[in-house]
């Protein structure tokens, strides 16, 4: 089997050598170019498998080379060498498409790690990329972009946050991020950083020295070591305290943690991903979110919609929420009724695709016969309309309780009207006595 093969531009012939040296002893073949115009030649004769450029060059900057190599029929890992500290230009070359960076003076270990993770990206992105077909369902054009592009950033090493509503699946799409890069053999660590008690925040992300403060009878890792080699998801990063957000910015930056009560920094191996439904810009705006975070960690931003914005998805997604719901063959299990699924493609979902698997858990529980009716459903009455409402305003509370409130309100007038006659009363409401019973239990009305 052939040695892979390492382009290395570098117009300061000490770092060339230095490269090559640790490359071979790698057993990586190496080409070097001394600036873009010898390195573009190189990429064109020979089949490289990845590229090392420095930033400053003699006939232009190491951006350049890396918009070149997005160009190519298979382009292939590139990583930009910057000066100490220079985090601007390596955030600039990961956003065009850099798989990672190194810092001079070079770290070996780092650098080693990083030339490792490199080879290990292959030519099964689109096969991997076919797979999340299964996964992050439907075919609606905004979904097969988002698939695209989860191949594309698999193929990076750079800080991505995901954003949108609550219940849209945003840890859904980390997981697949991480499944289909070099780092899907190693650990994917998810944490909602809302969950976490603020005093306990720093030992549980950088682990802690035994007797650092009370409670601390051992040695303990945190979640940045417990990530190792793989990828760390930060779900409800807007949640962390401004005190820790400084010290997660350094941790990115050096790609080293400081254990509580630790003399020592240790050199860890994460890939970060991080997502909130909350806005990150506004916070920034604020104060209450750093703005040299913001731009560290939303080096990529992927944006997933809302269940509401991809009505056309719904089908499929009901099929493969009841499936896992029942686990029965399609033969046997239930199927949604033509007024039932176009109740669901109208209804606004505030919870995204976690409230339609609570909406098709409740309607298995009250169905009868072989088909799921609208009925069923038990959607908000009026929801759509609760929504848009003026009258609408965040004193009242969550979303939830505020369309709860105008459903009590409706039934409660509509029983008065028939004297509380239930059967009447459901009638009235376009319910059958049985989801109209269900609700009345529901909320708590049933006496």
């Known amino acids: 089997m052939n040695k892979p093969l390492a382009l290395i531009v570098d117009d300061e012939p000490d770092i060339r050598e230095l490269l090559e040296i640790t490359l071979n002893r790698m057993s990586i073949r190496t080409a070097c170019a001394e600036n873009i115009a010898q390195a573009k030649a190189l990429l064109k004769q020979e089949s490289c498998d990845l590229c090392l450029t420095d930033m400053k060059l003699p006939d232009g900057n190491g951006l350049e080379l890396v918009d070149f190599i997005q160009t190519l029929s298979a382009p292939i890992p590139v990583a930009v060498i910057t000066a100490h500290g220079n985090m601007e230009s390596a955030i600039l070359a990961m956003k065009k498409g850099a798989f990672d960076f190194v810092s001079k003076p070079f770290d070996l270990p780092g650098l080693r790690l990083l030339i490792n993770n490199a080879l290990k990206l292959s030519d099964a992105g689109t096969t991997k990329e076919r797979r999340t077909r299964h996964t992050l369902l439907g075919e609606s054009l905004i ?185 029965a063959n399609k033969q046997d299990r239930p199927v949604l009724s033509a007024s039932a699924l176009a109740a669901l493609q109208k209804y606004h979902f505030p919870g995204n695709v976690r409230e339609l698997e609570n909406i098709m858990e409740r309607a298995l529980a009250l169905y009868d016969g072989n088909n799921i009716e609208s009925d069923d459903l038990n959607l908000p009455i009026d929801a759509h309309k609760a929504a848009k409402s003026p009258e609408y305003s965040p004193v009242l509370g969550s979303l939830e309780d505020h369309l709860e409130g105008i459903e009590r309100k409706a039934i409660t007038l509509v029983l008065e009207e028939n004297e509380g006659d239930k059967t009447a009363a459901a009638k009235q409401l376009g319910l059958s006595f049985r989801s109209l019973r269900y609700r009345l239990k529901q909320l708590d009305m049933d006496h």
């Open 143 to 327: 979904m097969q972009e988002i698939r695209a592009k989860i191949g594309k950033l698999a193929r990076s090493q750079a800080p991505v946050y995901i954003s949108g509503e609550s219940g849209s699946g945003k840890e859904l799409v980390a997981k697949l991020i991480h499944q289909q890069s070099s780092r899907s053999d190693h650990a994917f660590v998810a944490i909602n950083c809302g969950a976490i008690p603020h005093d306990l925040m720093e030992s549980e992300f950088f682990g802690h020295k035994k007797g650092s403060f009370t409670g601390a009878v051992s040695d303990k890792k945190g979640l940045f070591q417990a990530a190792e080699g793989g990828t760390l998801f930060l779900d409800e990063v807007a949640d962390l305290p401004l005190s820790l957000q400084v010290k997660l910015l350094r941790a990115i930056q050096e790609k080293k943690i400081r254990p509580v009560g630790d003399q020592q920094e240790i050199p860890v191996d994460i890939r970060l991903l991080s997502a909130t439904h909350r806005n990150l810009n506004d916070m920034v705006r604020d104060g209450s979110f750093r703005q040299d975070l913001y731009y560290r960690i939303n080096v990529i931003d992927l944006h997933v919609p809302p269940l509401r914005e991809r009505p056309g998805d719904i089908p499929a997604l009901v099929e493969h929420i009841l499936a896992k719901l029942t686990g």
